[in-house]
């Protein structure tokens, strides 16, 4: 599991369960590495987006109980990418090799977003702003340094692209924040052309059997908490926003149900290049590998 290599490698397994074999083996190395890490504020690495070495803020801002989430961590300060966001670029660039592919990013205003652009200049980027504006629209917010920003918006739940007009569907930490995850797997399978890809990072905790859903929406439209509520930290609202699930080793019968094939889990751990698991350190249910997670629609 742990990465010699110079450059990294991403692991592409094809269960949950070859994950966990695999790290199990090397899970004592794992904490000794990441207690010197944790242990600084600031450490150099190889920035996978910059590729150059580069200083990385070694907390990002999360917290399990009383140590830093380095998964939110690792944070390269050339170009404001944290280490989740990192793997997931690697993984994109290494599955959509030419800059001419139809690629759907959810997400227009992150130092992700941009440098997803940068690579792919005709990927559509879009925000999540409210439920009730339609899918599609050109949407405003007032950005940090007080000018205006516009982006599209887009809803997991009702995609407004067509069928079968996408290479790729793209989403970075979003899942867990959708009422209606297996709805939303059946949208992106919708929109996706034949053998086209679905690729995202989710808080995925392998060692767990089955998702745990914390909450879901009444069919009035209200939230009915099945578990005490969890917010994480969100650029649009400062409030944070809702966690509907934390998804276990079951995640893949999703997939399946909403019609892909092909589905695999990539683990990275490479410290060098930040790439590091989410530091839990009170049992593996919430342990988070360094992973990706991918699906193909069949051709």
Not at 5 to 12: G, H, R
Not at 110 to 133: N, T, V
Not at 152 to 179: C, K, P, Q, T
């Amino acid at each position: 599991m742990l990465d010699s290599a110079i450059y990294p490698n991403i692991a592409w397994f094809e269960s949950a369960g070859a994950v966990t074999s695999a790290a199990a083996l090397d899970l004592e190395r794992m904490n000794a590495i990441e207690d010197h890490i944790a242990g600084m504020p600031m450490v150099e690495g190889y920035c996978v987006n910059c590729e150059r070495m580069a200083p990385f803020t070694v907390f990002g801002g999360a917290m399990l109980g009383t140590h830093i989430n380095l998964r939110e961590g690792m944070v390269c300060q050339a170009c404001g990418l944290n280490a989740r966001s990192r793997l997931l670029l690697l993984a994109a660039t290494g599955l959509f090799r030419s800059n001419d592919r139809q690629l759907a990013v959810m997400e227009a205003f992150s130092p992700f977003a941009a440098a997803m652009e940068r690579r792919w200049p005709d990927a559509r980027l879009s925000e999540y702003f409210d439920p009730a504006i339609a899918p599609g629209t050109m949407t405003e917010r007032l950005g940090r340094d007080g000018g205006v920003e516009i982006a599209r918006h887009e809803d997991l739940l009702r995609l407004s692209y067509a069928d079968a007009s996408l290479d790729g569907v793209i989403h970075n930490d979003v899942l867990e924040h959708v009422a209606d995850a297996a709805r939303a797997f059946s949208e992106i399978f919708r929109v996706l052309r034949p053998g086209g890809i679905t690729l995202f990072t989710m808080p995925w905790f392998p060692w767990l059997p089955n998702t745990l859903v914390r909450g879901r929406l009444r069919e009035d439209g209200t939230l009915e908490e099945l578990l005490p509520a969890e917010y994480h930290g969100d650029g649009l609202r400062p409030q944070g926003i809702y966690t509907y699930y934390n998804f276990g080793a079951d995640i893949g019968e999703l997939l399946v149900r909403a019609g892909f094939e092909n589905i695999r889990y990539g683990v990275c751990y490479a410290p060098l290049c930040g790439f590091l698991t989410n530091n839990y350190r009170y049992g593996t249910d919430g342990l988070m590998m360094p992973s990706v997670l991918m699906a193909r629609r069949p051709r």
